[in-house]
């Protein structure tokens, strides 16, 4: 229940502060605000915060350091806000483990739709959905368990994943040697179509190779199709 829900909003622009809060807790969510990177980490350390609406740019420590920091305490999905036009930020967000991003000007209603993906993502299956226990997956070396989402080396060492990481590679271990198209990818893992300039997927794909491919610039595991979009190559096995 949404109600359960604890969000933390941080912004230092107050209007948008205050928009945001009374928006999100109309649709049932707890919000606490922010304006700045020194609240933030108060919050997350007094309170218990499932997901942060994150700006890029705030004084002091900006969105992609506390993003960082975030990801480095594997702390809170994040979702990031950031200004129209600022694509390389945006990438670089998602690259250090923003899970989602929403450039401003937006649809309210489509960051609370972003926020119930993201959220959907993240939380562990629960019992009576999602995957059986006992239903992983064995790719080069590599356990993938959905039950307990989590990826593990042949060495036993846990891989670290975001939420977004670990959605897409569900996605293409679930459908090996099968073409995927960007927007098929953005459709299984977040239930939206890509947009002209969209290079989540990309990004994603990226990280995940630099997580698991011997030689990330010569992947051997999930490969670019020229003009077509993506393709597990390894053989994935259900033990």
Do not use: W
């Not at 020194?38 to 740019?57: C, H, T, W, Y």
């Not at 040697?177 to 002209?196: C, K």
């Amino acid at each position: 229940m949404s109600e359960n829900i604890h969000l933390l909003v941080v912004d230092d622009d107050r209007e948008i502060r205050d928009l945001l809060t009374r928006y999100l807790t109309r649709h049932g969510y707890r919000v606490t605000a922010a304006r700045d990177g020194q609240e933030m980490r108060k919050f997350l350390a007094d309170r218990n915060i499932d997901l942060i609406v994150l700006d890029l740019m705030l004084p002091g420590e900006d969105g992609l350091a506390l993003c960082r920091a975030v990801r480095a305490e594997s702390g809170p999905p994040v979702v990031m806000l950031s200004a129209m036009g600022e694509d390389a930020d945006r990438i670089l967000g998602l690259e250090i483990g923003a899970d989602d991003y929403l450039p401003k000007p937006f649809n309210p209603r489509e960051l609370v739709a972003r926020i119930k993906a993201v959220l959907r993502r993240s939380q562990a299956a629960t019992p009576g959905g999602g995957p059986a226990a006992g239903a992983f997956f064995s790719f080069a070396g590599y356990m993938l368990d959905p039950a307990q989402r989590r990826l593990s080396a042949a060495s036993g060492e846990e891989i670290a994943l975001t939420a977004g990481e670990y959605e897409l590679l569900l996605a293409l271990v679930q459908r090996p040697r099968r073409v995927l198209s960007r927007d098929d990818l953005l459709e299984i893992t977040r239930g939206r179509a890509a947009g002209p300039f969209d290079r989540s997927i990309d990004v994603q794909i990226s990280r995940l190779r630099r997580k698991i491919e011997s030689d990330p610039a010569d992947p051997a595991i999930i490969k670019t199709v020229r003009s077509g979009g993506y393709i597990f190559s390894a053989e994935v096995g259900t033990p």
